[in-house]
């Protein structure tokens, strides 16, 4: 039997970090693309800038070089901004849809290519429930995530029927690197998040990533195409004010 080949962005840290040692554990041969070169080893790694048509075509290169094929894609690479919408520059919105959305639309052009050529493959897009709602003070990082859903639902629409899945997961806030960051701009607190949730908890990176690796595996999701998952202890779901919600747990 063939080894499974999953490339992951934005590997080095967080979500993405978690992601690839899932997928190696489940016996993935795993491509690790970041900025910077990841602590953990991959099977491969692959520095540079996801927005850049140039690095994805060399990323593309060299997995075809030294696997021959690719069956999974994880789009994880992205940067966050909290900025009001009046101040927001045009070149922080510009870098911020470049990573976000663009960077992931060249991954699934290029490696997608590949697939359909095989008739397989599964794309695991990490949106954000920011891309299902709107939150103040993140109109880039919203809009990016909007985006990635569109692009999600569109190309499993073109691609579910020559063998290509599509879908994307959608995390609540997670503990990580950027989380952290974030939180030091003053933009919001623990609590600000968990009074949020149902189940009263931020995210774990382990989280996301059983949700991706359900996703990538055809045995277990075959026939799960264009769906936008989310991952996020119930914050959508709920339309309950904060003081109610905070009554119904123990």
Same mark, same amino acid.
């Given at each position: 039997m063939t080894t499974p080949v999953a490339v992951i962005t934005g590997a080095a840290q967080g979500i993405g970090r978690e992601v690839a040692r899932t997928l190696a554990e489940r016996g993935y041969l795993t491509v690790l693309a /970041?900025?910077?070169? =990841?602590?953990?080893p991959g099977?491969? +790694?692959?520095?540079? @800038?996801? $927005? /850049?048509? %140039?690095? *994805? %075509?060399?990323?593309a290169r060299r997995v075809r070089s030294e696997f021959g094929r690719v069956d999974v894609v994880v789009n994880n690479a992205g940067v966050s901004l909290l900025q009001p919408a009046e101040d927001t520059t045009v070149e922080q919105w510009r870098r911020v849809l470049d990573v976000n959305l663009t960077g992931p639309f060249l991954l699934s052009q290029e490696f997608g290519?590949? #697939?359909?050529? %095989?008739?397989?493959?599964?794309?695991? &897009?990490i949106a $954000?429930?920011?891309?299902l709602r709107g939150i103040a003070d993140r109109v880039a990082y &919203?809009?990016?995530?909007?985006?990635?859903?569109?692009?999600?639902? +569109?190309? %499993?629409?073109e691609w579910g029927g020559r063998g290509v899945r599509? &879908?994307?997961?959608?995390?609540?806030? *997670?503990? +990580?690197? #950027? /989380?952290e960051a974030d939180q030091a701009s003053g933009g919001y607190t623990d609590d600000d998040i968990t009074g949020q949730v149902p189940m009263g908890r931020f995210a774990a990176p382990g989280d996301i990533a059983s949700a991706v690796a359900f996703?990538?595996? =055809?045995?277990? $999701?075959?026939?799960? &195409?264009?769906?936008?998952?989310? *991952?996020?202890?119930?914050?959508?779901? @709920?339309? $309950?004010w904060t003081s109610l919600r905070l009554r119904k747990r123990p």
């Open positions: /970041d900025l910077r070169e =990841p602590d953990e099977s491969l +790694t692959v520095v540079g @800038d996801v $927005s /850049d048509p %140039a690095y *994805v %075509a060399e990323l290519r590949d #697939m359909l050529a %095989a008739g397989s493959g599964s794309i695991v &897009n $954000s429930i920011a891309g &919203n809009t990016s995530k909007h985006g990635l859903i569109g692009l999600t639902r +569109t190309l %499993a629409a599509v &879908n994307a997961v959608c995390p609540a806030w *997670v503990k +990580t690197e #950027m /989380d996703l990538a595996d =055809p045995a277990l $999701s075959g026939y799960i &195409n264009g769906v936008a998952l989310p *991952v996020d202890g119930g914050w959508t779901s @709920d339309g $309950s």
